[in-house]
């Protein structure tokens, strides 16, 4: 370092799958050239020659499922940008600093990805597309009537920047959308409810039920065989938020019962989803592997590169975790 000169700012990856730590490592050297960025050794892609130099300081972090050492290794950081949108297991991670500031991403092309993934569920269900897959492997040909937009009404749980993406995109698209935040909320062609009083009746009012909140404390089990009884007959449920918002006996009890038609599930309370649960081989349950958004690694890390930028600028950033509140 020239005397006189600022030290460049270190940025550590810490990302608990193989390969996305060197993708998103080579991804903010690209927008923050003047950073040193290095991924922790403790993960996997920072083992080898990749890993941060010995005695290795950084200022801030970014990733996903850090080596649960990491936050006493590091004691510099000013804080933790979460390589995905949910911070839930940020929040578990049991070396977390109290007072850490937590930044989690803001849609950066998750919301699109997200939005087609629904759109494909609504349409399927519209169209009857599970029925025609049952009735192929029986070699069965039977045309049957399909679902008009009207009969398929949405009510999503969780309007945050996805969510609230997600509901505009399935409106536009012809859908009535109804979305349930914590308090009120402003979403363009979408009715949003809020308050413990309008629960049952949104349920009520809904037949295509998206999950797409955080999980806390308040949504964990939200959706039991209370919740999906009130739906609407021949329901479906939809989620790409958390598994942990599900009872996952209630919902297979729901299925079995046919109080529910179907539900396709892209995110579990253990993932990967073992190989003996039961969702694997229900006629009913479609199963994703948490995929209906990935993220886009380019976009994410331009985002980060933005919020350091408008910290250093002294600035407040969208995404940071209240922490009593749970994201
Ligand atoms: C998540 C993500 O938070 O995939 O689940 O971004």
Redesign the pocket.
Known sequence: MIAGMPAPMRLLVAHSEPGAGRAWRDALAARLPAAHVAIDPGTPDGAGPDGAPPGFEADWAVGWGPPADLFARQPRLRGFFSS???VDHLLRHPGLPAALPLIR?EDAG?GELMADYCLLELLRIAGRHDAYAAQQTRAHWEELTGYTRAELPVGIVGVGVLGAHVARHLARAGFTVRGFARGPKLVDGVEVMHGASRWQEFLEATRVLILLAPRTAETEDLIDAAALARLRPGGWLINVARGALVVDADLVAALDAGTLAGATLD?FREEPLPASHPFWHHPRIRVTP?SS???QVAVSAAQVAAKLAAIARGEAVGGLVDRTRGY
């Open positions: 995905g949108a949910g991403l998750m995110v948490h958004a990935p993220t």
